[in-house]
């Protein structure tokens, strides 16, 4: 490979590089091995580095700080988002902390309202205490974003899609308003994955990730990333993970790398599934509504088409009550009943009383997670043993519409 095409994989604003999506996934940020060629990332398992003599000015000095294999994802990340830098974390949640970190007590922020579980605990039962404060809006709807912005504010964090009603926010608003008010525009972009979904390209400042979803992609490594796209950001959010140490290991920077390589195949097989799947769904007698955004009939599917390159793998569907819900899970063979989400294998999982289920019953409500949602993040098995193993399931219902 040419040594100019090399700097432009490893800077990599995807806006300016010439290359493609699934060839920047492979190459970007990653040389082969200097010592063997080695084509694959060597995991560095190592704590400390020799340095050559005192004051040599060495990159490497302890792997808390800097760690070859951990390196190459962040650079390979940065090129995928189009970002400045990344910096890998621990987890998502660790990764979300980080960017919290930016803000200083007595700072406001602006959040949807149909965030994360996990992102929900840590804002509301931590780092309120710490002197943040937070705003929960229906951010897709720009009027209710601007209602919530104080003089204080110094964030809007938006999810989108959103778990598990598959709710977009218009990130290009999103970005304008960001702009207009002096604020940081973050997106947790974990659902689509930067393949379906770019929002540096639409104005967002900074984009998290939990990397154990679809980057990562096989349900075996926990991790989360942060890209920004400012320097000062760049260098806060590098400073904080060397300070609070929350540092994905290099054997999970390994398997991220290694699961990334495959990101382009696997999205394009979650999708197509996916819609096979929601379409089927919104046909069957037993089915009450069926949420996907590649589906005409998602009151957001105009936007989905304009910001997103393509609708993901996640569908949530209700089978109308919490009886019948229990009723198909129990029968499902193949669909794998189980938090979490973006890996090769079928789960499904019930909001209500799994990731949603410390939501009082009224918010849950209001937020449209009934007690008959099931959801299900599509895998890349063969699609007919998935629609075979939900028939099976549904049948279990009995035959009257619901
Ligand atoms: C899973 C998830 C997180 C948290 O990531 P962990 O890796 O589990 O800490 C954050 N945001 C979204 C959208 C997620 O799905």
Not at 368 to 391: N, Q, Y
Request: proline share 5%.
């Amino acid at each position: 490979m040419k040594t100019k095409t090399r700097r432009a994989l490893s800077a990599g604003r995807s806006a300016r590089s010439p290359l493609g999506f699934a060839t920047r996934s492979i190459h970007a940020g990653q040389e082969p091995d200097p010592t063997t060629g080695a084509v694959m990332q060597p995991i560095y398992q190592t704590s400390t580095y020799r340095q050559p003599a005192l004051g040599s000015g060495w990159p490497y000095d302890y792997a808390r700080t800097i760690n070859p294999t951990r390196s190459a994802l962040e650079r390979n990340l940065a090129a995928l988002e189009g970002g400045l830098e990344a910096r890998c974390f621990a987890s998502g949640m660790s990764a979300i902390r980080a960017v919290l970190d930016l803000l200083r007590s007595g700072d406001h922020v602006v959040v949807s309202q149909n965030v994360y579980g996990g992102t929900y605990r840590l804002f509301e039962g931590l780092l309120r205490s710490f002197g943040l404060d937070f705003s929960w809006v229906d951010t897709s709807s720009p009027g209710a974003v601007l209602a919530a912005i104080r003089p204080t504010t110094r964030m809007l964090f938006v999810e989108t899609p959103t778990n598990p009603v598959l709710g977009i926010t218009d990130l290009r608003a999103a970005a304008r308003i960001a702009r207009a008010r002096g604020l940081t525009l973050v997106v947790d972009n974990t659902f689509l994955s930067p393949y379906f979904q770019r929002p540096i390209e639409l104005g967002a400042h900074v984009v998290v990730h939990s990397t154990t979803k679809y980057l990562n992609g096989h349900s075996d490594s926990v991790g989360g990333c942060v890209v920004t796209t400012r320097k000062r950001d760049a260098e806060r959010i590098a400073w904080l993970q060397n300070a609070v140490g929350a540092v994905l290991s290099p054997v999970d920077s390994f398997l991220v790398l290694r699961g990334i390589k495959t990101l382009a195949l696997r999205m394009e097989r979650h999708q197509e599934s996916a819609l096979r799947i929601a379409s089927w769904l919104k046909r069957h007698p037993r089915v009450r509504k069926v949420h996907y955004p590649g589906l005409r009939s998602h009151p957001q599917h105009a936007l989905a088409r304009r910001q997103m390159s393509g609708f993901g793998g996640m569908i949530s569907f209700d089978v109308g009550s919490f009886a019948a819900a229990r009723k198909f899970l129990g029968r499902l063979r193949l669909c794998a009943l189980a938090e979490s989400l973006g890996g090769v294998e079928t789960l499904i999982s019930h909001p209500a009383s799994m990731t949603h289920g410390s939501v009082p019953p009224a918010e849950r409500r209001r937020i449209g997670v009934t007690d008959g949602l099931v959801r299900i993040s599509v895998g890349i098995e063969d699609p007919k043993d998935l629609l075979a193993d939900l028939e099976q399931g549904l049948a279990a219902l009995g035959k009257t519409r619901r």
